[in-house]
């Protein structure tokens, strides 16, 4: 072997040589060991977390401007997109609720009944009222002929009196509807307001009115004022009213008192109350004078019984379905489901003829003559207790009958 000399001048053996290649081999045969046991660890690392995703960019034509380093496309990949078909999207329902058939309308026979609605701007949200209450009626129809700034005090504005007549001429109505008197809170004739003057040509336009009506052959319905948000006004229309009522009874008209279906239960006014169905709604605007459609609809809800009562049989829905001379109840032929009533506007106890009737459903007394007493009257005043009936607890006659044996056939 031959030695060679090193850098510093020492000489190096051929056995230091050997042990250099020996350390070269046992540090290679480390490094495999290491690489073995990080293989290893890897691989248990894979079984708990999943095996690791490294991403590398590909190397192929890879573009360096001086900036960034970007893939060029290639011709065919370019082509391949260009060529792809884009997937349409199945026709889905739509992801809100479904939207229900509204039922359609019922359009008004030709012979309807026409409900002919005058007055004030009051009259006005009353046959809006009215219009809905007989949306599904198609043998009645509600004409509007109110007037907003009318009244009976301003006849050079609207004359009412002197006007109805050629109105009911025109329109051939079956009943007429009449509201009016917000806007009358006013001098009339120099005269201040409610004064006796006043008040006294005040009844004589009102029972002009109600004779020119009368003598078409019309019935009236008279639709009293309700309560406002105004004290002054409130009290004044109170006024009113008294005198549409009396009035409207003397000329054989119906009047129609609303005013508790607009204050609460201590009398005053209320923006909100009860609706047609029981719940709390918002019957009035903020200025405590127009109605909401909440409170145009119970408006006409107190004028719907009397005005089909006057009607008869031509409110029903199912008019094309009745007989000549039918009773209006009777729908022949048409089953009846049940009504579902899940709320009832509360009743004041103070007023049980709020219906208008004070008669039981159903209940038709017994005629009974003048000189005949009632069991109740024999009872009380003479003492004298009725019949009994046969086989009852307060059967005491004597001697009593001998109870029936039931017969029984033979056994076979």
Not at 23 to 29: A, D, E, N, W, Y
Not at 372 to 397: C, H, M, T, W, Y
């Amino acid at each position: 072997m031959q030695t060679t000399k090193p850098p510093h001048g020492e000489l190096v053996e051929p056995r230091t040589t050997f042990s250099l290649a020996r350390l070269s081999i046992v540090l290679g045969l480390a490094g495999s060991i290491v690489v073995v046991d990080t293989a290893a660890a890897r691989t248990i690392l894979d079984m708990l977390f999943g095996p690791r995703q490294v991403y590398r960019e590909p190397t192929d034509r890879l573009i360096d401007d001086g900036r960034r380093r970007y893939r060029a496309p290639t011709k065919n990949r370019a082509i391949k997109r260009a060529s792809r078909p884009r997937p349409t999207a199945p026709n889905r329902a739509p992801s809100g609720p479904a939207s229900v058939a509204q039922p359609a309308i019922p359009e008004k026979l030709p012979d309807a009944k026409t409900v002919l609605v005058v007055g004030d701007f009051m009259a006005g949200n009353l046959a809006e009222g009215l219009d809905a209450a007989f949306v599904d009626s198609p043998g009645v129809r509600v004409v509007d002929k109110a007037d907003g700034s009318s009244g009976f005090v301003r006849t050079d504005h609207h004359d009412w009196p002197a006007s109805i007549g050629g109105l009911i001429e025109a329109e051939k109505p079956a009943v007429v509807v009449i509201m009016v008197g917000a806007n009358d809170r006013q001098q009339m004739g120099g005269q201040t307001l409610l004064t006796d003057e006043w008040t006294r040509e005040y009844q004589t336009r009102i029972n002009a009115f109600l004779e020119a009506v009368k003598k078409t052959g019309n019935p009236v319905v008279w639709v009293g004022q309700p309560a406002f948000k105004s004290k002054n006004i409130t009290n004044d229309v109170l006024a009113f009213n008294e005198l549409y009522r009396n009035a409207t009874e003397k000329a054989d008209g119906k009047f129609v008192d609303v005013w508790d279906g607009f204050v609460d239960q201590s009398g005053n006014f209320t923006l909100s109350g009860f609706d047609i169905s029981g719940q709390t709604a918002r019957l009035r605007n903020n200025d405590g004078i127009g109605l909401t459609m909440a409170g145009k609809r119970k408006l006409a809800f107190y004028v719907e019984k009397p005005l089909r009562q006057m009607l008869g049989n031509a409110t029903s829905p199912e008019i094309a379905a009745i007989k000549p001379g039918a009773p209006v109840q009777a729908l022949p032929g048409t089953p009846q489901p049940p009504v579902k009533v899940d709320r009832l506007a509360p009743i004041s106890l103070n007023d049980p003829e709020l219906d208008g009737g004070t008669d039981l459903l159903g209940g038709a007394p017994r005629p009974v003559s003048a000189t005949e007493k009632s069991a109740r009257d024999r009872l009380v005043i003479d003492g004298i207790a009725p019949d009994s009936q046969p086989g009852r607890v307060n059967d005491f006659s004597w001697p009593k009958k001998p109870e029936e044996t039931p017969t029984t056939g033979a056994v076979r």
